[in-house]
């Protein structure tokens, strides 16, 4: 077990670019979600899939960002046309999604500053 | 919004327990008591999790009233690895609840243990 895993771990753009974020879960983990943090607040749902199905989609996640997950393992999530104001950092987490409380573990988050 | 309120900040000498109190008034049957934490700039970190009984594990210990309005996490000899800002969240179990798999976050408790 290695623990969800980010990539990459900082991303410094330029406002307009797009960029993609890869985050592998936990081996067997069938749920899989995304969270967006600015500075001093806590975590904010953004979306999550079970395998390969998106499930739910957050009002925060704008036609701008799309998050995908192929093959019910890694998934992306793309930003286009990237805005000063989504400068964050964006967490990834996995859980079992079956049996038990289901408790999510996160990985170590990649930040994106957008100029 | 956040379904729990805990007190900003607090501190901790190293070496003595360090208390962290939250209220969740609020809290359903069947919702589960979390507590994760956050070391600056990484992800959150699972620590322990709980639904009416006590809880331990090697991390922390849980303490949950008899009315489920209130829990501690208690870390019995806090080192200065344990700053951080620790987070309570309430949540249904399971992957069977709905569509309700999100965590939602309040802005938590940051733990200052001083040396």
């Known amino acids: 077990d290695t623990g969800v895993s980010q990539d990459p771990r900082h991303k410094i753009t330029k406002r307009g670019q797009n960029v993609t974020f890869r985050c592998d879960p936990i081996?067997?983990?069938?749920?899989l979600y995304w969270y967006r943090q600015t500075l001093g607040q806590g975590p904010e749902f953004l979306t999550y899939f079970q395998n390969e199905a998106q499930l739910e989609k957050s009002r925060l996640l704008s036609d701008r960002f799309s998050a995908e997950r192929p093959k019910g393992s890694f998934s992306t999530l793309e930003i286009q046309r990237t805005e000063q104001g989504d400068s964050a950092m964006y967490l990834c987490a996995s859980s079992p999604g079956q049996g038990g409380t289901d408790t999510q573990y996160f990985g170590p988050g990649t930040r994106l500053t957008v100029l | 919004d956040a379904k729990t309120t805990q007190p900003p900040s607090m501190d901790c000498a190293e070496g003595r327990a360090a208390n962290l109190p939250c209220n969740h008034s609020?809290?359903?049957?069947?919702?589960?008591v979390y507590w994760y934490r956050q070391i600056h700039s990484q992800g959150p970190q699972y620590i322990i999790h709980g639904l009416k009984n006590n809880e331990t594990n090697e991390m922390a210990s849980l303490i949950i009233t008899e009315d489920r309005k209130s829990s501690t996490l208690i870390l019995p000899h806090a080192t200065l690895r344990d700053t951080a800002v620790y987070y309570c969240?309430?949540?249904?179990?399971?992957?069977?609840?709905?569509?309700?798999?999100?965590?939602?976050w309040g802005l938590g408790t940051s733990l200052a243990v001083n040396p």
């Open positions: 081996s067997e983990h069938n749920r």
């Open positions: 969240i309430v949540r249904a179990p399971g992957p069977w609840a709905g569509n309700n798999r999100k965590l939602i």
């Open positions: 609020t809290i359903s049957g069947n919702e589960y």
